[in-house]
């Protein structure tokens, strides 16, 4: 899914991505502290594309949304 609207930091969009576990299952959450994240990737406090790689809890699903570079 990507989300459009450049900003001054040349992101133009993101794409969310599930965190799935081993088996291939979705690793589930109530909110996006939640979800699994090494000590780089920080939880989305916005909506808005983030500049880098963050982690959200989406429909009780954990998903990584990674920032798309303007054209």
Not at 33 to 46: K, Y
């Amino acid at each position: 899914m990507g989300l459009f609207g450049c900003n001054d930091l040349e992101v133009c969009g993101s794409t969310a991505s599930d965190i799935t576990r081993d088996g291939g299952e979705p690793y589930r959450c109530v909110t996006s502290e939640d979800c699994p994240r090494t000590s780089r990737v920080n939880v989305c406090v916005t909506d808005v594309s983030p500049v880098e790689v963050c982690v959200r809890c989406q429909d009780t699903k954990c998903v990584s949304v990674t920032p798309e570079a303007c054209d």
